[in-house]
């Protein structure tokens, strides 16, 4: 079971980058997916989440009508594009799955792959 992140880099204030996860080792389709993120010295936290069938979308208050999560089960991914981004925005982005929903509490995602880091530079 594998989660691998990518897709992140440096944008300036303003700017876009749209991040992909691929899962391999599982059935994709029968898992809610996640995104977080967790910036130098503070914890991680939920940024984005999409149920097992797609039709259902969380988001956290903090990128909500600027980030925007999608799955393709067909290619095992989950993407977040992200959109206006801002300095406060950096961080190492990771993706996990849940089996608890999009809304599961923290500890019921997994597992964490490396993540991907973006930078948004003022």
């Known amino acids: 079971v594998q989660l691998q992140a990518s897709g992140g880099g440096l944008v300036q204030t303003g700017g876009s980058l749209r991040l992909s996860c691929a899962a391999s080792?599982?059935?994709?389709?029968?898992?809610?997916k996640g995104w977080f993120r967790q910036a130098p010295g503070k914890e991680r936290e939920f940024v984005a989440s999409?149920?097992?069938?797609?039709?259902?979308?969380y988001y956290a208050d903090s990128v909500k009508g600027r980030f925007t999560i999608f799955r393709d089960n067909s290619k095992n991914t989950v993407y977040l594009q992200m959109d206006s981004l801002q300095p406060e925005d950096t961080a190492v982005y990771s993706c996990?799955?849940?089996?608890?929903?999009?809304?599961?509490?923290?500890?019921?995602?997994?597992?964490w792959g490396q993540g991907t880091q973006v930078t948004v530079s003022s």
């Open positions: 996990a799955v849940s089996r608890r929903g999009l809304r599961s509490p923290p500890d019921y995602w997994g597992p």
């Open positions: 080792g599982f059935t994709f389709d029968n898992y809610a």
């Open positions: 999409i149920s097992s069938t797609g039709a259902s979308k």
